[in-house]
């Protein structure tokens, strides 16, 4: 009798974590995985049970990991933009052009087609 694998999909929903977080721990080299044809993943149900605990922590942990790493990056978009209060009113003038150029342009067109039809 032949031994049913697992595809990617069918072992995500068995482990309740995402693909994406199975592929990771495939290349990690956490999970063993098969390759069928070269590409697709298939995954014994024998060996997914025998380091269940392992794969468990290595989801916490890239989870801890992660949430670290948003408050890291969230620290330093709040202390860049607090240096970037005190920018001159230039900074601040030329910045907001930079950022608006395509609504002050699209303004101004519509302008002169409105003074356009309305003078003729």
Request: proline share 0%; glycine share 4%; charged share 30%.
């Given at each position: 009798?032949?031994?049913?694998?697992?595809?990617?999909?069918?072992?995500?929903?068995?482990?309740?974590?995402?693909?994406?977080?199975?592929?990771?721990?495939?290349?990690?080299?956490?999970?063993?995985?098969?390759?069928?044809?070269?590409?697709?993943?298939?995954?014994?149900?024998?060996?997914?049970?025998?380091?269940?605990?392992?794969?468990?922590?290595?989801?916490?942990?890239?989870?801890?990991?992660?949430?670290?790493?948003?408050?890291?990056?969230?620290?330093?978009?709040?202390?860049?933009?607090?240096?970037?209060?005190?920018?001159?009113?230039?900074?601040?003038?030329?910045d907001f052009f930079y950022f608006n150029d395509f609504?002050?342009?699209?303004?101004?067109?519509?302008?002169?087609?409105?003074?356009?039809?309305f003078k003729g």
């Amino acid at each position: 009798m032949s031994e049913k694998l697992l595809t990617l999909q069918e072992l995500s929903d068995y482990l309740k974590i995402s693909e994406e977080k199975v592929n990771e721990l495939v290349r990690d080299g956490v999970i063993s995985a098969y390759k069928i044809g070269g590409e697709i993943l298939r995954f014994r149900i024998e060996q997914i049970d025998a380091i269940r605990a392992e794969i468990d922590e290595r989801v916490q942990e890239s989870d801890r990991i992660k949430v670290s790493d948003t408050r890291k990056n969230v620290k330093e978009r709040m202390s860049s933009i607090r240096k970037g209060a005190s920018s001159t009113f230039l900074d601040r003038v030329a910045d907001f052009f930079y950022f608006n150029d395509f609504y002050l342009i699209s303004a101004l067109i519509i302008a002169a087609l409105l003074f356009y039809i309305f003078k003729g």
